[in-house]
């Protein structure tokens, strides 16, 4: 079946503007879980949704950064002011529940010029 | 907070040789561990999953023990084939609500035919 599918696969944008990251998980799967990953480093949790509503927002780094789940299954992570600190790779995974195992998209890679 | 380290960095072995990678992990009190491995540019793709109450799992060529008290994990590779040859990454599930996963750096793995 059909796997985690994140767009879009790149993004390049300017210092200072919006975007809008998707992510559609695996169809049935109630959790949803963001991680960002910075260039040699493994990913860092941000935000994980069970359902509609965000069960675990901590790892969002400040308030610009913000996602939802409207309607329990596709996710939008939306990044305002853009940082070129911001610049990394965006992975979004899926599990059936909380206790199972954690499917990846691959990714949306960010750069902030 | 919790933190994971994965020793070596980085590993370079002949085709055939039997290989052992290491986690270690500072707090006990976790949910699960996954082994994960990522090829260059790709999202991450799940291994085995051992969950908290588990020693080990095997797949195929592929044995992951885990020891709580002590802090570790191993991800044992038997035959190693040029195929192996990626990032492998190995996350601690964090036992509150959601089971999000801390992450090692990860080992880079290449397998010399």
């Known amino acids: 079946g059909a796997g985690v599918s994140q767009t879009p696969s790149n993004k390049v944008t300017e210092k200072g503007k919006y975007v809008e990251l998707r992510c559609d998980p695996i169809?049935?799967?109630?959790?949803l879980y963001w991680y960002r990953q910075s260039l040699g480093q493994g990913p860092e949790f941000l935000i994980y949704f069970q359902g509609t509503g965000a069960a675990d927002d901590s790892g969002l780094p400040n308030d610009r950064f913000f996602a939802v789940r409207p309607e329990g299954s596709v996710s939008t992570l939306k990044i305002q002011r853009t940082e070129r600190g911001d610049s990394a790779v965006y992975l979004c995974?899926?599990?059936?529940?909380?206790?199972?195992?954690?499917?990846f998209g691959p990714g949306t890679r960010l750069l902030v010029l | 907070k919790q933190e994971v380290t994965q020793i070596p960095a980085a590993l370079s072995v002949p085709e055939g040789e039997n290989l052992v990678l290491n986690c270690s992990f500072t707090d006990s009190a976790i949910y699960n561990l996954q082994w994960f491995r990522q090829d260059p540019g790709k999202g991450l793709t799940s291994l085995l999953l051992i969950q908290s109450s588990q020693r080990e799992q095997t797949s195929g060529r592929l044995n992951a023990s885990l020891d709580k008290s002590s802090g570790r994990s191993t991800l044992y590779i038997a035959a190693s084939q040029p195929g192996d040859s990626a990032t492998y990454l190995c996350?601690?599930?964090?036992?509150?609500?959601?089971?999000?996963?801390?992450f090692g750096t990860g080992t880079s793995l290449t397998v010399i035919p």
């Open positions: 996350a601690v599930g964090r036992r509150n609500t959601g089971n999000q996963f801390y």
């Open positions: 995974a899926s599990s059936p529940t909380r206790q199972e195992t954690q499917y």
């Open positions: 169809s049935g799967h109630t959790a």
